[in-house]
């Protein structure tokens, strides 16, 4: 970014532009006038100045010059608005090294030209440029005055690094002749994350005592709107001008380039002042923030306005849409590989907490950090109603995740990796995308000062995937007053279901969940040599046994109201609908379908499930086992109890029963929300206008989610959400804890737009 500003022509420009120049000055009879709108920076010494101030050799000729071409840009655009002086006289301030100042020198057909610079080092390398005509001098350039009136005075990316622009600006014309011409180019990119990200490292120790508790300040604060600076122009007598803002969009290959080359220019008033090894740690700690936690920052501009994506020098917006924002959000929850194994130890989502914290940031929310054990983050955000009486939302996602088999993976599962549409990666689907998407939602909304009615809450927590313990079960617990609501969206709803259908597509939404009830099995066995097999009493032959039995279990089918109800909302055909509502005919269909995620989920509804999960036993290669454990994942219907689930148990091991004990691990019931509420009503319209012509349908999830802890402390939650339909809903089901997890842009997009729809149509 840049800006700036010129006699006979001049332009400014700030997010990243050029600034040329003015063209006649009008008689010198005019005096500058306003300093309105002047920030002043009284107070704050002298800046080293690439081109500028005082303190120069942090400057490194050879690191600049990486960027060269981008840097170059600015100043050609600069260049174009200048007339040509044949045979006139050229000032360039704050030249470096030199290349740009032939250039100058040449394209205006100049006599001579004179480059200025506060840094040896960089008019070392400005030795070489020996083209007839053009001299170099080291020098201040805010205190620049020339002998006889020049033509031409140029400043390409200079004079934001020396204070009060007026009187510099006011000094550099005075330079000039009557005809002569100005232009400057300045930078405009203080509010980009690579800079906001620079000033508050420096307040952190050790380097803030380090800087004498005064950090250098960033120069390009210096840097003043354009409307400012067509002021000062005008007021310097300039007749013509050309201000202008421009844009320029430097896409980098990596954040290491970033920080390559902010080191160039913005960081050197760091190099100056730290000591050398002080300053490597300032460096490190400024890469590792940019690449993880602090990033995406962004101040609270309006979405799609624009993000400002690295770094300074010249501009580097690139736009940014929701979708890219999401994304990134997702990508970097991904990475943070917040993997939750079921000990108190793991997860360690904090991580991510305090990476949603720093987005979050700079929104003017108040944000409440819980930790139930260390590393086990929760976090809330809340935007207070203007009405107590108003029901409240709270939107919830979890920021922990399954443990993976990365060898059954085709991709990297904790890359976050963007690959032609999708983002692969463990949590892609459960349930980053929407701890991501709600977050979005969530910040869009705050970012506009959007007061509702009623309150609207945002809570990221920790050990979903494993009981809640140190998460939503302990907010609720200890912290209630921090997260309760009303009403509670969470996952995972709102991905079509291929169903057919007379009326369009058919979104389920989560009314309800089963219960959990999981347990040991100890197999018992006599131990024995290994050499001597035959008769033995060997318990992993035996378990082997026993999962075959539990694996074949059929328990009863159950077509329960709620199933009755999905099947009437969906809007089938009847003898679909027959077949759905009648235990025998809809046996038969879960075995049969092609479509296995239809077969799963419809299977799950309608069923009580046992998984065998985990299997350990023996412990010599040459010894028979005489124990083997086994843990069951078992997913209880509505009104069922341990005793009930103990008694298919023993059902399903038959003969075996005495010889395997049973070990009740957890046991948490179903759980249900009513479904006529006007948050029903909310998601329907909500979804109806994201994708017309379609319904949502009540579905009791098959698994277990946050959400019942808020429906047993009196809320009405629902699994919510909405997806697109480029990925198959086998493909969907069959992610959930499983390979390959991945989510398609389009649906983190409709995962946003949904969330923050539903919040306005319902708290407004
Ligand atoms: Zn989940």
Redesign the pocket.
């Given at each position: 970014m840049t800006p700036p500003c010129g006699a006979r022509r001049q332009s400014c420009s700030s997010p990243a532009g050029a600034g040329g120049p003015v063209p006649a000055r009008r008689s010198s009879a005019t005096r500058p006038s306003p300093r309105r709108g002047w920030r002043s920076w009284a107070g704050d010494g002298p800046e080293p100045g690439g081109s500028g101030g005082a303190v120069s050799d942090s400057w490194d000729p050879v690191r600049y010059s990486r960027f060269k071409s981008e840097r170059a840009a600015p100043f050609f655009d600069l260049l174009g608005l200048v007339r040509a002086v044949p045979n006139g006289s050229v000032a360039d301030l704050g030249c470096g090294t030199g290349e740009l100042t032939v250039a100058a020198h040449e394209h205006l057909g100049a006599r001579r030209t004179l480059g200025v610079d506060s840094s040896a080092a960089m008019l070392d390398g400005a030795a070489d440029q020996t083209t007839a005509g053009v001299t170099f001098a080291n020098g201040d350039i805010a205190m620049f005055a020339s002998a006889e009136p020049l033509d031409v005075v140029i400043s390409n990316a200079a004079l934001h690094w020396v204070e009060d622009h007026p009187a510099v600006l006011g000094r550099w014309t005075a330079a000039l002749g009557q005809a002569g011409q100005l232009a400057v180019q300045v930078p405009a990119n203080a509010d980009h994350p690579a800079h906001v990200l620079a000033r508050e490292l420096a307040e952190e120790e050790p380097f803030r005592s380090a800087l004498g508790g005064d950090p250098p300040l960033d120069p390009v604060l210096r840097v003043m709107r354009p409307e400012e600076y067509a002021t000062i122009l005008d007021g310097l007598g300039f007749a013509e001008q050309h201000v202008r803002l421009q844009v320029y969009g430097h896409r980098l290959a990596s954040t290491s380039e970033v920080v390559e080359w902010v080191r160039g220019t913005s960081l050197t008033r760091f190099a100056s002042r730290l000591p050398d090894e002080l300053f490597g740690e300032y460096v490190d700690r400024y890469s590792s923030r940019l690449v993880d936690g602090s990033w995406p920052r962004r101040a609270s501009e309006p979405r799609r306005a624009g993000r400002a994506a690295a770094v300074g020098g010249c501009a580097m917006l690139d736009p940014v849409t929701v979708v890219d924002e999401v994304s990134d959000l997702l990508q970097h929850l991904i990475r943070n590989a917040c993997v939750n194994d079921g000990a108190p130890e793991s997860g360690q989502e904090v991580r991510s907490t305090d990476l949603l914290a720093s987005y979050l940031e700079g929104t003017g929310l108040d944000l409440e950090r819980y930790e139930a054990l260390p590393g086990r983050g929760n976090l809330v955000a809340r935007i207070e109603g203007s009405d107590p009486t108003a029901p409240s939302l709270l939107l919830m996602g979890?920021a922990d995740v399954v443990p993976v088999n990365a060898a059954r993976w085709r991709r990297d599962p904790f890359g976050g990796e963007l690959v032609d549409g999708e983002i692969w990666g463990r949590g892609a689907i459960?349930?980053l995308n929407e701890t991501s998407g709600m977050a979005v939602a969530f910040k869009t909304l705050a970012a506009e000062g959007w007061r509702p009615r009623g309150t609207l809450i945002y809570l990221a927590v920790a050990d979903?995937?494993a009981l809640g313990t140190f998460g939503a079960e302990w907010m609720l617990r200890e912290h209630p007053d921090a997260v309760r609501a009303d009403y509670v969206l969470t996952?995972?709803g709102g991905f079509e279901m291929p169903l057919p259908s007379r009326s369009g597509p058919k979104f389920p939404m989560m009314v309800g969940e089963k219960g959990t009830h999981w347990v040991k099995l100890r197999v018992r066995g006599t131990a024995g040599h290994g050499s001597m097999p035959f008769r033995s009493d060997n318990a992993v032959v035996k378990a082997a046994d026993v999962v075959r039995r539990i694996a074949q279990f059929e328990p009863g089918t159950d077509i329960s109201d709620t199933w009755r109800r999905f099947v009437t909302r969906a809007d089938l055909p009847d003898d679909i609908a027959r077949l759905l509502l009648d235990p025998g005919s809809l046996r038969s269909f879960v075995r049969d379908s092609d479509d296995i995620g239809v077969a799963r989920m419809a299977h799950a509804a309608t069923h009580t499930t046992f998984a065998p999960t985990i299997a350990h036993g023996g412990t010599k290669t040459n010894v028979i086992p005489d124990t083997v454990e086994l843990t069951l994942d078992i997913r209880t219907l509505p009104g069922q109890t341990a005793q009930d689930i103990d008694q298919m148990l023993q059902q399903a091991i038959g003969d075996l029963a005495d010889q395997v004990d049973v070990e009740a691990q957890s046991t948490d019931e179903a759980t249900s929300s009513p479904v006529d509420t006007p948050m029903w009503d909310s998601m329907q319209r909500v979804t109806a206008g994201l994708r017309p012509g379609s319904t949502n349908v009540p579905f009791t999830t098959v698994?277990a989610?946050d959400a019942r802890f808020f429906r047993r402390a009196g809320s009405v939650a629902y699994g919510a959400g909405l997806f697109s339909d480029r990925i198959s809903f086998a493909d969907f089901a069959s992610m959930f804890h499983g390979d390959d997890e991945r989510i398609d842009q389009e649906s983190l997009r409709l995962g946003v737009e949904f969330f923050e729809a539903v919040a306005r149509d319902f708290l407004a």
């Open positions: 979890h459960d349930m979903e995937e996952e995972s698994g989610t």
